[in-house]
């Protein structure tokens, strides 16, 4: 989309341009108040890495717990509070807010050629009400922690537990508020503040993809919210809702939390396909095969997210024809997905294939999202999860879809976008390094964690039986290689900010709009309001003649 | 609308709302209204899925429980709900009139129809005060409060749960909106508001008439059907 008529004044090296968004005022008070939704992004990005190296931290005490059979660090409370933290930090203070948070709030604008969201006071409330959020879930930790599972299943929440349940759900009750106000403003800036020549089509399908994730966000976070505080009445005045003993139905908090919390599987991954998109197409040269069909294959994903929640339950007393119906809809899910998988390789397929960094995380999220995908359709074969429910197979399914798939298209995208957010460029080879370790380190943790599964290893187990210890030794041996590769990125990526080169304004040489401004961009985002005359990956006719 | 009031407003234009410019990274006033009330407008769609989680637990129960619920809802007083129903009918509106009168230029007025709202809130959590007060005297309270005797059925906790876990959520809904017609109401004295710009007013009246639609379907649900 080079066609802004600033692209070659903005050619230049941020030092030669001067002011940028990053330098325009100084001092931690400029950025606590600021409106400017990159420097909201920039936050964004360094709260939900804090959140990752928590979640981290509690992931490789979990695995370094799990090397032997018996006791190895922890005792069995310690280890119930380490994996609960390990999924509550790295759902609710991670994966739910990575992308779109941090990733969406920095180009959503810049993609469609705007100055800013459409209610920049609001994205900061966002920011502060996740902080606050964030608060109560460390305030949970420090006092008391929270042993119940990130899915905070009653009785045993509501009554059982003696940890600082409510301090964790009212954290996670008040971020719900914050993913709400993103997603609002997101489908409002989308809808209101696109360039003119910006129409839908024309817009990169990072942006669709971050649109059917908005539509779920608004939509269903409510449904936790208010299932959440129902969950603290019944723990703090034994209201009854959810305890059998006064009438009422643990089964129904179930319901109402996988009626969101499935959902938010697919805020989760959306976000990430959207990433992969963009690194698919500028890192081959190409444009998107099947524009449209990816385009609506993200709505489809949101809107069928809605009706699937059910496969969570099949083993919870459900009707058996409930459970066909939904497992038949879950297999639905499939469709869109493919759909997604072969226009990705369609648009590998001839593009002349650069393997820079981001492509080899956006190669490798092709690679781990269709393993993670096609064993949920195990999972949602009913007579198959009678047997893998509860399993390490489930577990490993999920990393694969959660971490192999999104995350690893967020670390993708911080490396693609790395120049024009910091206008620093990194080590590609010390890049490479922390990529390679992070891919083996993840496949050796996660794969053996299918065979532990199909072999009977249930899920969120202290002790076990002797025979899974080979399997799990080996998976934690693993965890130390992925633990290393993403040091490994941090380090680089840190380093880049001090010794860094200069970014030139379009490293990747990409068509989409966020590229034809310098790196990093001025706070106003656009020096002139662009007006788009070509689509999202479409190049000027001179450069394709 | 402001398009229309720019053609109206010609010179004298610049005298109403002076305080008033179009943010920055829009390009022009109407479309900043769009945005704010399509904000509105999905946040709205987001109360209406947190009060849907309530309604459909009211629903599972009430067919889980049915004898036990007919019973309890005789507790309530369909006097005092009737009674909270025409004043939040009449302050909705008295609310629609005061966005018109703000449209409309009518400053003085549109204070007047905001107090009236005001008052008429006020009056709903008075009302409320006593229903509640009533309950709590009597036991009839959720859960593993309940203590009220003579019931037949059981379970009756359940309803009681169900009844004051949405009349609460819907009061604090009765609360936050006094506190943001006060704040349209003084915006209001200080002239702010006019044809030329009113979305604040309409945005509240917005909220203002789904705290009063919800109630709407609370009532009949919790006192009325047996």
Sequence with gaps: MANTATVDELGHAPEVRGKNYLNQTAGVWSWLTTVDHKRIGIMYLVSVLVGFGLGGIFALLVRLELLTAKKTIMDATQYNQAFTLHGAAMVFLFIIPSIPASLGNFFLPLMIGAKDVAFPKLNLLSLYLFWIGAIFMLAAIVTGGVDTGWTFYVPYASGVSTTSVISATFGVFVMGFSSILTGLNFIVTLHKLRAPGMSWYRMPLFLWSLYATSIIQVLATPVLGITLLLLIFERAFHIGIFDPTLGGDPVLFQHFFWFYSHPAVYIMILPGMGVATEILSTHSKRRVFGYKAIAFSSVAIALVSFLVWGHHMFVSGQSELSSAIFSFLTFFVAIPSGVKMFNWLGTLWGGSIRFTVPMLYGIAFLFLFAIGGLTGLFLGTLSVDLHLHDTYFVVAHFHYVMMGSTAIAFFGGLHHWWPKMTGKMYDEKLARVGFALTFIGFNWTFFTQFILGTRGMPRRYYNYLDQFQPLHAFSTYGSWVLGTGFLITFICLARSLKTGAPAPANPWDSTTLEWQTASPPITENFEKAPIVTLDAYERPAEETA | ?226
């Design chain 2, 1 to 226: 609308m402001s398009a229309k009031a720019e053609a109206l407003g010609g010179a004298g234009e610049s005298k109403l709302s002076p305080q008033f410019h179009v943010a920055h990274h829009f390009d022009k006033a109407d479309t900043q209204f769009d945005a704010g009330r399509m904000g509105v407008w999905l946040f709205l769609v987001t109360e209406i899925l947190l009060f849907g989680g309530l309604f459909c637990a009211f629903a599972i129960f009430r067919s889980k429980y049915f004898p036990s619920f007919v019973e309890a809802h005789h507790h309530l007083d369909r006097v005092m709900g009737g009674i909270n129903t025409i004043v939040l009918i009449t302050s909705s509106f008295t609310m629609a009139l005061a966005v018109r009168s703000a449209q409309k230029n009518e400053t003085k007025k549109t204070t007047l129809l905001l107090a009236i709202t005001l008052a008429c809130a006020a009056g709903f959590l008075v009302v409320k005060y006593f229903e509640y007060s009533h309950k709590i005297h009597d036991g009839l309270l959720p859960g593993g409060n309940f203590t009220a005797a003579d019931f037949a059925s059981g379970h009756p906790g359940i309803f009681f749960a169900i009844y004051f876990m949405m009349t609460g959520i819907h009061g604090v809904h009765v609360v936050i909106g006094m506190g943001l017609i006060l704040w349209i109401l003084l915006r209001n004295q200080k002239n702010e508001f006019s044809s030329r710009y009113y979305a604040p007013v309409e945005n509240v009246g917005l909220y203002w008439h789904l705290v009063d639609l919800v109630w709407i379907f609370l009532f009949p649900l919790l006192y009325l059907v047996g």
